[in-house]
């Protein structure tokens, strides 16, 4: 009697922030569905988020980048000056991969935004909504960037894009660059909730933060100086899920958390009047899926979250406030008057199932 296989998936996300884990979490739980066996390949705070949302999943310990931005410098001045660091880190998990791989079998490689990640015998692909990368410094530099990420994209078999192919799109230009120098397959949006719910309003005001330090923790220290002065009820998610030490206010209106898996997050923008967030891709998906409005804060030096802040504001989806600029009395009125933003389909977070059935056909193993 036949027994039949299961397809062994190997999955790693990269560890600038959350957002990359995060938005691996509906492919992850549509594997799953499907009966796959998935692995992740990850370390501290992408792992431990991974594994608060898939107790007993396999976690293998991959190193991250650990990039650090200074608390001034611009992104890619901080990226230059490590960048040797980067470019050994992208032959170190290659190197990782190889050597795990002479021991175990895999299907299907998923890498998001690991360009190392790859293995030119098994069917590698690699996500990213950055086909074109914002330097800052014009269009000549972000087109040489452009052309170096796509010479790594190129080791892949594909390249997965979590956006929407036509006009109506969230990543702008980032997704659609006016040339292409490799071909997409666009996957629709990804967000780890489900479809959006009624629910009572609970709190005034949430605070959601993300992103990478030290500018997370400059955000979070500005905010909670001016907090002072807002009188409704607070909820501040701080953005940490490895960290185990509770903070507590003392004000009686705030309630602080570490992280919130998932269901309560959802459940928590949801029954939130206003929300004030960084504007990292991930976060602006979620909110898309949940409609809720926001105001943006993008991280300082960042060109990536500078231009989709931007870009939100341009297409009436959300309003932004700039860090250095940013008083909560002055954003929350911005917030209030901005206008009702337009919402995407059921259908445009749907995509991604069918190109997932459609991989996951291509590469099942046969019957043992």
Not at 190 to 208: A, C
Not at 309 to 329: P, R, S, V
Not at 332 to 361: A, C, G, N, Q, W
Request: proline letters at 6%; hydrophobic letters at 40%.
């Amino acid at each position: 009697m036949k027994q039949e296989k299961k397809t062994r998936i190997l999955l790693a996300p990269l560890d600038w922030g959350l957002g990359h884990a995060t938005r691996c979490i509906p492919l992850i739980r549509y594997f799953l569905q499907k009966e796959c066996e998935v692995v992740i390949a990850a370390a501290d705070a992408p792992a431990k988020l991974l594994l608060t949302e898939f107790p007993g999943i396999e976690i293998r310990p991959l190193p991250g980048y650990n990039i650090r931005y200074s608390s001034g410098a611009f992104l890619i001045g901080a990226i230059v000056k490590q960048l040797p660091h980067v470019l050994r880190s992208i032959k170190t998990e290659n190197r990782w991969l190889n050597e795990l791989l002479v021991n175990e079998k895999f299907d299907l490689i998923v890498s998001d935004n690991r360009p190392g990640f790859y293995h030119k015998q098994i069917h590698s692909i690699y996500i990213t909504h950055q086909l074109l990368i914002k330097s800052g410094f014009g269009k000549i530099t972000d087109r040489f960037l452009q052309k170096i990420h796509a010479s790594y994209i190129r080791r892949f078999n594909e390249v997965w894009v979590p956006d929407l192919p036509g006009q109506k799109n969230l990543a702008g230009h980032l997704s659609h660059p006016l040339r292409h120098i490799v071909q997409p397959v666009y996957i629709g949006l990804l967000s780890r909730f489900n479809r959006p719910i009624d629910i009572q309003i609970k709190q005034d005001l949430l605070i959601l933060l993300s992103g990478p330090e030290p500018q997370r923790s400059v955000l979070e220290q500005k905010i909670m100086q001016q907090l002072h002065l807002f009188k409704g009820s607070v909820l501040f998610v701080r953005g940490l899920p490895d960290v185990k030490e509770e903070f507590v206010s003392e004000l009686s209106n705030i309630t602080i958390v570490n992280h919130l898996p998932a269901y309560e997050l959802q459940q928590a923008i949801a029954s939130s009047n206003q929300i004030i967030c960084r504007s990292g891709y991930t976060t602006l998906m979620d909110l898309m899926r949940l409609q809720k409005k926001a105001i943006l804060i993008p991280t300082p030096g960042q060109p990536e979250q500078e231009y989709l802040a931007k870009y939100m504001q341009q297409q009436g989806y959300f309003t932004f406030i700039t860090q250095d600029n940013f008083f909560l009395e002055t954003a929350l009125k911005k917030l209030k008057e901005s206008e009702e933003k337009k919402f995407f389909t059921e259908d445009d977070f749907e995509l991604y199932k069918t190109v997932t059935e459609r991989i996951l056909k291509q590469i099942a193993p046969d019957d043992l």
